[in-house]
C-alpha cells in the first residue's frame, strides 16, 4: 500500500476542486433569493392545485387536464434555474433543475404528478431557499446539504441518476495525474485484470475492510499505468485513489461508493471487449470522492 504522501491523486486532490461554496459578493445572492422564493410560492400553489383538480377527476381521465398550468409553473422554475447559473450557483441550479425536469414530466402526463412529488419538490425549495440564505448571512454552507432534498424528487420522478456529485460543481477536463512512488508494475485491462477485480468487488459488498481496500488502490494503480490513454489512466489512478482513502479511512463507504466501484468493473469489461471509450461521469464522480476524502 503506498504511503499517504506517495500517492498523488489523493494527496493532490485540492488541485482539482473545492466542494465548498464561496460567494464574494452577496447582492445578486440577495436578489435571486427574493425573486426565487416568490416564484417557488406560486409554483407551490399551482401544483396544490392541479392536486386538487386531479382528485376531482377520480375514475376519469386525469390526463385530460389542461396542462398549461404546468407549463407556467415549469416555466417559472425554468426562470429560477437560469438566475442561479447568472448568480454562479451553480449546484443550487442543478438541485432545482431536478424540480423542473419533473414538472416536465408532469406536463406531458399529469397523472405522474403525485402528491409525493408535489410533497418532494417543495421540500427541495424550501432547502433551496434556506441554503440561500445562509450564503446571504455569510455562513459557511455546502450545497451537498441539499442532496437528500434533491434525491427525494429524483426518486419520486423516477429519474435514471441521482447521486451527491450531481450537486458538486467542477470545470471538468481531462489532466495527467502522477503515478505512486514507487510505481505499480502495469496491469493491461484484460481477462486477467478482470479476474483479480472481481472477487474484490464481491469482498467490498460483503465484507469491506481496510485489507480489501489496499488490494483495490493497487489494482487500480496498476491499471492506471499500464493503460494506453490520458482518460483510462485518469480514471484508473482516480479509482487507486478513492480505494485508498477508503482504506485510511478518510472517505465514509456508502451505497453511492459502492455503486461507483460496480461501475469500475463494467468500464473495466467494456476494456477488455475492446472498447476504449471511458466515461467521463465516472471519472467525475471518482474525483468526487476524492474531493471529498478528509485531510
Not at 426565487?36 to 375514475?59: C, F, M, P, W, Y
Not at 409553473?73 to 443550487?92: D, F, I, M, S, T
Not at 485510511?248 to 468493473?265: E, P
Not at 471487449?273 to 474531493?291: V, Y
Request: hydrophobic content about 50%; aromatic content about 6%; charged content about 20%.
Amino acid at each position: 500500500m503506498n504511503s499517504p504522501s506517495s500517492f498523488s491523486p489523493l494527496e493532490s486532490r485540492a488541485a482539482f476542486a473545492d466542494s465548498g461554496t464561496a460567494v464574494a459578493d452577496m447582492s445578486p445572492v440577495a436578489w435571486v433569493h427574493d425573486e426565487l422564493r416568490q416564484s417557488l410560492e406560486q409554483v407551490h400553489k399551482t401544483l396544490r392545485r392541479v392536486l386538487r383538480d386531479t382528485d376531482a377527476l377520480i375514475g376519469a381521465d386525469v390526463d385530460a387536464l389542461d396542462p398549461g398550468v404546468l407549463r407556467n409553473a415549469r416555466a417559472l422554475l425554468h426562470q429560477g434555474v437560469g438566475a442561479l447559473e447568472l448568480v454562479e450557483l451553480p449546484e443550487a441550479a442543478s438541485a432545482l433543475r431536478a424540480s423542473e425536469t419533473a414538472l416536465q414530466r408532469g406536463t406531458a402526463r399529469p397523472a405522474l404528478l403525485t402528491a409525493a412529488l408535489v410533497n418532494a419538490i417543495e421540500q427541495l425549495s424550501f432547502a433551496l431557499l434556506d441554503y440561500l440564505a445562509r450564503l446571504r448571512a455569510g455562513k459557511p454552507v455546502s450545497a451537498l446539504s441539499l442532496f437528500p432534498q434533491y434525491l427525494a424528487v429524483q426518486k419520486a420522478a423516477a429519474a435514471e441518476r441521482a447521486h451527491p456529485a450531481d450537486l458538486w460543481h467542477f470545470d471538468w477536463h481531462w489532466r495527467h495525474v502522477a503515478d505512486s512512488e514507487p510505481a505499480p508494475v502495469a496491469c493491461a485491462p484484460d481477462a486477467a485484470a478482470r479476474s483479480a477485480l472481481e472477487p474484490l468487488m464481491l469482498a467490498l459488498m460483503r465484507q469491506p475492510g481496510p485489507a480489501v481496500f489496499e488490494r483495490l488502490s493497487t489494482l487500480c494503480a496498476a491499471l492506471g499505468v499500464g493503460a494506453s490513454g490520458l482518460e483510462a489512466a485518469t480514471l484508473w489512478k482516480l479509482a487507486a485513489a478513492v480505494f485508498e482513502a477508503h482504506a485510511q479511512g478518510r472517505l465514509a463507504l456508502d451505497v453511492f461508493s459502492k455503486r461507483v466501484a460496480s461501475r469500475l468493473l463494467g468500464q473495466l469489461r467494456q476494456l477488455e471487449l475492446g472498447n476504449a471509450d471511458i466515461s467521463e461521469r465516472l471519472a467525475q464522480d471518482l474525483l468526487f470522492f476524492c474531493a471529498q476524502a478528509r485531510p
